[in-house]
């Protein structure tokens, strides 16, 4: 139940699509941490001790009530009942050798069956967790990737993709962590035919959370650098020796400073062409370079839509310069989000304007018509499940939120990257 992440038994059927692109890279010579993989059937081996199968089976069909209890009944199962004796040797002898070096951390990764496909990412909806240090944390992981598969945003997601929980599973991936110096995504493909890179200091969950502005390098199809774009990364996040993730302020000489020489961000360019290339379709690709190398983290297909047709737009119209995100263009009132209280307030066909770009705004993206975020890049998350829903998005939007009045008619070019305020305001 437990096979080698960078080994042909990690499959797509056995342990995900993430986790099998992974494998397949590494096959191809393309850098990818080690570690190894629970397969769905030490998911569903758990399910079974737990005795939640059946509750499992009755979520889809369940009102909105009842599915509620049988997925809390579910998520409980899998964190309460005693690990099955044939998973539990197997994954402490695992993490041992992972972990033979001393001050070795892992990072515990969901990989189900039904995530990284073209039409249902899944971006940022199940959990992930950074520097995990002992086995005990490493079982408290595993269980909640398990059980993230249950939570109230994933099983959003999943009815609005028609999926069943019940008839999936989760593997987890568990990988030795990159003592990251920088990392961040890329898109092997945009709407106009460029490469795109984005990176940030530290670790990329804040690149992926959308809690920073990313520096951001365009190159072309032949690997040329077009445009550099430096980014506002005030934070960033790294791994503490004894384990888990710790958020520091990053120095302010640094803040506006590019992460990535010239160099460094062509030659990342062409890992990407090649991670592509291996795919055999556009891809999203994570990484992360240490003080030796860059590595590749993730690699999922990529929605490319084409580039609308140019309109002429009134120069009346004021615009904001953002990062582009989603796909095509949408109008519509603003409605200002400050909190998450505030997203009750969002109504179909809004466009949604506010302050952190995370994945937890998924809830909305299917009655708005647009998205602006003062924060985040076009690798978070939030940029990934706006191009899979075809929804226009600008993030990296400095303060939109004060600039944009509430009710205000807007447009968003999620092409471009900009945002037309077709009302004026006296910011």
């Known amino acids: 139940m437990i096979v080698s992440l960078l080994g042909g038994d990690a499959t797509a059927e056995r342990v995900g699509p993430k986790a099998a692109n992974l494998a397949k890279l590494h096959r191809a010579g393309l850098p990818v941490p080690d570690g ?10 758990q399910l079974a001790s737990a005795g939640v199968e059946d ?8 009102d909105s009530h009842e599915a509620r209890q049988l997925a809390l009944q579910v998520r409980l199962g899998l964190f309460r009942a005693r690990l099955a004796s044939s998973v539990a040797e197997q994954l402490g002898a695992a993490f041992e050798r992972l972990t033979a070096e001393p001050g070795t951390l892992v990072a515990v990764r969901s990989s189900a069956l039904l995530e990284d496909s073209p039409t249902a990412s899944f971006a940022g909806q199940f959990d992930t967790f950074l520097g995990v240090a002992s086995p005990a944390d490493l079982l408290t992981a595993v269980r909640a990737c398990w059980a993230s598969l249950w939570s109230g945003r994933a099983l959003r997601y999943m009815r609005t993709h028609n999926v069943d929980p019940g008839r999936t599973a989760m593997a987890v991936a568990v990988q030795r962590m990159v003592e990251a110096c920088v990392a961040g995504g890329a898109l092997s493909q945009t709407a106009d035919g460029t490469l795109l890179i ?4 530290g670790l990329g969950s804040t690149i992926a959370q959308g809690e920073v502005v990313p520096d951001r390098w365009v190159l072309g199809r032949d690997g040329a650098l077009v445009s550099v774009e430096p980014g506002r990364k005030d934070r960033l996040v790294t791994c ?32 990407v062409m ?8 556009p891809v999203e690709v994570e ?19 084409p ?7 009134s120069l009346r119209h004021r615009s904001l310069k953002g990062q582009p995100a989603g796909v095509g263009r949408g109008s519509g009132p603003a409605c200002i989000v400050l909190n998450e209280h505030d997203l009750e307030h969002v109504k179909l066909g809004d466009i949604l304007v506010t302050q952190i770009a995370g994945p937890a705004l998924a809830v909305v993206l299917p009655r708005v018509a647009g998205v602006v975020a003062e924060s ?8 990934a499940l706006a191009r899979e829903r075809g929804i226009p998005a600008v993030l990296g939007v400095h303060d939109a939120t004060r600039r944009i009045a509430n009710g205000a008619l807007v447009m968003v070019d999620g092409a471009q990257g900009v945002v037309y305020r077709c009302e004026t305001d006296d910011a």
């Open 307 to 313: 580039r609308p047709e140019r309109e002429e737009v």
């Open 240 to 271: 503490a020796p004894d384990g888990g993730s710790r958020p520091e302020a990053v120095q302010a000489d640094l803040v506006n400073a590019l992460c990535l020489t010239p160099d460094e961000a062509m030659a990342l360019g062409r890992m």
């Open 274 to 281: 090649e991670t592509e290339s291996v795919i055999g379709a």
């Open 36 to 45: 190894f993989c629970l397969t769905a059937d030490a998911y569903r081996a």
């Open 55 to 62: 509750a499992a089976s009755r979520v889809a069909r369940a």
């Open 198 to 201: 984005t990176g940030t200091w």
């Open 376 to 383: 985040g890049g076009s690798t978070s998350h939030l940029a």
């Open 287 to 305: 990484w992360a370079k240490d003080e030796r190398r860059v590595y590749v983290l993730q690699a999922r297909p990529l929605r490319v839509e």
